[in-house]
Every structure is written in structure tokens, then in C-alpha cells.
């Protein structure tokens, strides 16, 4: 099992930035991608980006592709949400996530269900 500890989320005007950071421990040896997610009141978990371990390679949803960036640091078993240029819609709980799903493609990996551990989440609010 690995454990997922988000933090960086916050209350920031439209425009600005913030930077998430994901902090993975216990078997994480086991992890193939790491996601971001975020889920807005009443509404379903959506798929934010998602970076592969080992090649780094990255992925993203329309809706955030050119503003937000999404890295890791293996010495530090860190990932990284850098979001830039942020609107209203897209405040939400941000959740980290680990898949073990080896050679998945992307279109698999933006899926809930291909993710066996979650962090607990970290708000993040952007006000007009």
C-alpha cells in the first residue's frame, strides 16, 4: 500500500497560481502513474493530469492543458501540481493518486477505478 499526503491547496483570486505537492511513502516501488484529481460540490471525480514514474511521461485533460503542469522528484518520492492562470471553475477538492496498472495507456489511467490509493485531499479555491 502507499500513502498519499496532498498539500499547497488554498484560496487564490483568479489568475494566480498554486503549487501541489503530493508526498508518497510505504511500497511505493509498486507504483507505475501518479494522477491528480478534483472533485467540485455535487459533482463527479474528474481526471486533472497524470505523470508516469519511471519515464516521467505526462498527460492531461483539455481543460487544464497550457495552464497546469504536473512533475515529480523521485529522491523525494514528490509529485507536483503547478497550476498557473486559475479560473473559478476550477475550484475543487485536489486528490493525488497512485495505479499499479503497468503500461496502461492514458486513457485508461485518467479512470477512478485504476487507482489504488488515494490521499485525502486538498482544497483548492479560486474567487472571482
Known amino acids: 500500500q502507499v500513502q498519499l499526503v496532498e498539500s499547497g491547496g488554498g484560496l487564490v483570486q483568479a489568475g494566480g497560481s498554486l503549487r501541489l505537492s503530493c508526498a508518497a511513502s510505504?511500497?511505493?516501488?509498486?507504483?507505475?502513474?501518479m494522477g491528480w484529481f478534483r472533485q467540485a460540490p455535487g459533482k463527479e471525480r474528474d481526471f486533472v493530469a497524470g505523470?508516469?514514474?519511471?519515464?516521467?511521461?505526462?498527460y492531461y485533460a483539455d481543460s487544464v492543458k497550457g495552464r497546469f503542469a504536473i512533475s515529480r522528484d523521485s529522491a523525494k518520492n514528490t509529485v507536483y501540481l503547478q497550476m498557473n492562470s486559475l479560473k473559478p471553475e476550477d475550484t475543487a477538492v485536489y486528490y493525488c493518486?497512485?495505479?499499479?496498472?503497468?503500461?496502461?495507456?492514458?486513457?485508461?489511467?485518467?479512470?477512478?477505478?485504476?487507482?489504488?490509493?488515494w490521499g485525502q485531499g486538498t482544497q483548492v479555491t479560486v474567487s472571482s
Open positions: 493518486a497512485a495505479s499499479k496498472r503497468y503500461g496502461s495507456s492514458w486513457y485508461v489511467l485518467s479512470r477512478v477505478p485504476e487507482y489504488d490509493s
Open positions: 505523470i508516469t514514474w519511471s519515464a516521467g511521461t505526462t
Open positions: 510505504g511500497r511505493t516501488f509498486s507504483t507505475y502513474a
